[in-house]
């Protein structure tokens, strides 16, 4: 079992930054592919960015050039760096890793984006 918890959403004006971290815990051997997902109110959970265990990352393309995700395999950790930051990017951030075909969640980390 892998356990995922994620950190340092809040609330942020327009244009502003903020950075998400994940640490993962627990069965951490074998971890491959982790990522970063999202979900606002109404609409279903979708891909942010992912990065695999050899640091190849891809974004969905409304975050390119502002979001960037990078991880650190010696202490287990994942993180997105977001940028420039808009209303329409505010969403529950749930951190996600792949370990042998299965598929592990975080409890989330709301991110509000509002003047």
């Known amino acids: 079992q892998v356990q995922l918890v994620e950190s340092g959403g809040g609330l942020v004006q327009p244009g502003g930054s903020l950075r998400l971290s994940c640490a993962a815990s627990g069965t951490t051997f074998g971890v491959g592919t982790m990522g970063w997902y999202r979900q606002a109110p109404g609409k279903e959970r979708g891909l942010v960015a992912i990065?695999?265990?050899?640091?190849?990352?891809t974004y969905r393309d409304s975050v390119k050039g502002r979001f960037t995700i990078t991880r650190d395999n010696a202490k287990n950790m994942v993180y997105l760096q977001m940028n420039s930051l808009k209303p329409e990017d505010t969403a529950v951030y749930y951190c996600?890793?792949?370990?042998?075909?299965?598929?592990?969640w975080g409890q989330g980390t709301q991110v509000t984006v509002s003047s």
């Open positions: 996600n890793a792949f370990r042998f075909g299965a598929s592990y």
């Open positions: 990065i695999s265990q050899g640091g190849s990352a």
